[in-house]
């Protein structure tokens, strides 16, 4: 099978199921955003062919230069359960969210993005993190990827050639060794 075939399609999907709008926000709860702060993640997204410890070939998930599992890519798959938040984190993803707007609770009016009204709503953040953790809702980009990947036309067209090579080199070989008989 050629998994160098397949790398750019799973990497292509796992970029796209990243950037789906799937988290809900807003005043009356009717907008969807999706999960992009500042795309370094997405954009840093590899699928890369290379031998595992066994020496079977794989497709491995790099971001940020190293394995998925290794970045912060974890907590958005696996979400994270409460404890201690570093400080100074929440603060630059505020920045960096390009769809996060700091609302005033009194007035319903918008604030700048300045540091005062950033450090207050982090620190309401990190608190409530601190209390309850993050839980992906509805799905973590992880499963939205698996489901994309086994319904894409392409890799069951990659995955069905394959079979069929396979196929049709066990029937000659078979045809050989009946004909050697």
Partial sequence: MDLDALSPIIEEIVKKSLSDKVYIYGR???????RVASGTLRNSVKAKVQ???????????????????????????????????????????????KS??????????????NEKNIKRVAYVIRRSMKAFGF?????????ISVDKIFNDPRITQILFDAGYETLEKGYEDLIKSIEGI
């Fill in 135 to 143: 839980y992906n809702q509805p799905k973590n980009f992880w499963e």
């Fill in 28 to 34: 009356y709860q009717k907008d969807k955003t999706n």
């Fill in 100 to 113: 996060f707007r700091i609302r005033d609770m009194k007035t319903g009016q918008y604030l700048p993005k």
């Fill in 51 to 97: 031998p595992n410890k066994q020496g079977i070939q794989v497709i491995q998930l790099q971001a940020l230069g190293k394995p998925m599992i290794n970045t912060y890519a974890y907590w958005l798959i696996n979400d994270r359960g409460p404890g201690n938040v570093a400080k100074g984190v929440i603060e630059e993803w505020i920045m960096n969210k």
